[in-house]
Each structure stands twice: as structure tokens, then as C-alpha cells.
């Protein structure tokens, strides 16, 4: 397969109830897709300002894509895979930054 550029774009959905991550090519199209609803986790967010959506971009030589989420400590982690563990990017969300507290 050849280099393509892959996207993870990080936003809130519009009424604040949890955080979407997509991937897209590099003709737009949606390869792996998350939503972490905020109820899940014990949390909420804070005020009515959306936070500012993350963009990071990675270019690879991959058969396959998975966008793996875990919980730490006041934080979540969005990690895409290519090929089954190669790790290709890593973005952090932490609760601060995004304005979010326990429920």
C-alpha cells in the first residue's frame, strides 16, 4: 500500500455530552471513528464554551486502523494503530483543558 496522511480530529459533540474522535484520509473519508459519551466515565463538562477541536496528522503505510482510547489520571488517551499495535499518533484530552469535572 502506499503513504497515505491520516487525520484525528478531536471535537465535543454540540450539546457537550461526550468527546468524538474521527480519522479521516486523505480524500475526507471517516476510517475509524469514537465516541465517549461523558456519563461513562462519572464526568460532565462545565459551562456552555465548546473547547477548541484537535488536529493531528500522521502519514503511514498501513492495512489496517484502530483508534484506541484509554482513562488515566484526569485525562483521556486517543491512540491510533496501524497493523494492530504500531502505534502512529498519541493526543492527550486532559479535564482541565476541556473543562470537564466528576459528576
Known sequence: MPMET???????????????????????????SVFLDYDD????????ADPDERRRETTADVTTLNLDVARD????????L????????????????WRLSAE
Open 73 to 80: 489520571d484526569g485525562s483521556f488517551q486517543l491512540r491510533l
Open 6 to 32: 491520516y487525520t484525528l480530529v478531536i471535537t465535543e459533540d454540540d450539546d457537550r455530552s461526550g468527546l468524538m474522535g474521527d480519522v479521516y484520509t486523505d480524500d475526507g473519508t471517516i476510517a475509524e
Open 41 to 48: 466515565y462519572g464526568l460532565r463538562a462545565d459551562g456552555d
Open 82 to 97: 496501524g497493523d494492530g499495535s504500531r502505534e502512529l499518533l498519541t493526543e492527550r484530552v486532559g479535564d482541565d483543558e
